[in-house]
C-alpha cells in the first residue's frame, strides 16, 4: 500500500515537472518568436528604399481615404491612418507622413483649402504631424509588453481600451483647438467660444463617436493584417 502511495505520488510529481518543463518552453519559444519578428520587421524598415516606398504609400493612402470619406460630414479614417503610419513606420517617418498627408489633403480639400486661413493650416499640419509621431511612441510603449501580440490577435481589452482612449483625446483636441480658432480669428474674441462649439456639437460628437470606434475595432485588425504581411 505504502509502495503504491509512493508510485502515485511520483508520477504526480513527474507530470508537474513536466508540465512546468513544457510551459517554461513554450514561453522561451514565445519570448524567441517575438524577437525574431521585431528583428525581420528592423531589418525592412532599415532597407532606404523599401522605407521609402512604405512612407508614399501610407501618404497616399491617407490623403485617398480622406478624400474619400471627405463628402459625410465629420466621418473619418485620416486620423486613424494617421496615427497607423507612425505605428507601423515609427515616430519619424509617422511625423513625416504625417506632415506630407495633412498638407495635400488640406491644401487641396475639394470642399475648400483651409490654406487660405493660416493659423487653422498650421495648427492642423501641426496636430497631424504629431499623430503620426505618437503613433510611434506608443509603439515603443506597446512592443514589449506580453499582450502585445501582433502576428496573433490585437483584440485584447488593454489594447483596445487604450486606442480608445487616444482616439478620443485625439479628436477632442483637434475639435476643441480648431473651435478655438475660429471663435478668435472669425469672430475677433474668445467670448464665442463656448457658444460656437455648442452650436456644432451634433457634428463634434458623431466625429468623436466615429474616431474612438474606428480606434477600438478598425486599427487593431489593420495592424495585425500588416505584422502578417511582414512575415
Do not use: C
Amino acid at each position: 500500500m505504502k509502495m503504491e502511495r509512493q508510485n502515485v505520488l511520483k508520477k504526480k510529481n513527474d507530470e508537474k515537472k513536466l508540465t512546468t518543463e513544457d510551459y517554461n518552453e513554450e514561453k522561451a519559444e514565445g519570448v524567441l518568436k517575438r524577437e525574431e519578428e521585431k528583428e525581420n520587421h528592423s531589418f525592412l524598415l532599415k532597407k532606404k528604399s523599401f522605407r521609402i516606398a512604405l512612407i508614399s504609400i501610407f501618404t497616399a493612402l491617407s490623403v485617398v481615404i480622406g478624400y474619400l470619406l471627405v463628402s459625410i460630414p465629420n466621418i473619418e479614417l485620416f486620423t486613424l491612418m494617421l496615427f497607423l503610419s507612425g505605428f507601423i513606420l515609427g515616430k519619424k517617418n509617422g511625423a513625416i507622413i504625417g506632415l506630407m498627408s495633412s498638407f495635400l489633403f488640406t491644401f487641396f480639400n475639394p470642399f475648400g483649402s483651409s490654406a487660405t486661413f493660416a493659423p487653422l493650416f498650421a495648427y492642423q499640419l501641426f496636430h497631424y504631424t504629431a499623430i503620426g509621431l505618437l503613433g510611434g511612441a506608443i509603439k515603443d510603449f506597446l512592443k514589449d509588453k506580453n499582450y502585445f501580440t501582433p502576428h496573433e490577435d490585437l483584440y485584447d481589452k488593454k489594447i483596445m481600451v487604450l486606442f480608445g482612449i487616444i482616439g478620443a483625446i485625439l479628436t477632442t483636441i483637434y475639435d476643441l483647438i480648431t473651435t478655438l480658432i475660429g471663435a478668435i480669428f472669425i469672430y475677433g474674441s474668445i467670448q464665442f467660444f463656448v457658444w460656437y462649439y455648442l452650436s456644432g456639437v451634433v457634428f463634434t460628437t458623431i466625429h468623436l463617436v466615429g474616431n474612438t470606434l474606428g480606434f477600438i475595432f478598425i486599427l487593431p485588425g489593420l495592424i495585425s493584417l500588416i505584422y502578417k504581411w511582414f512575415e
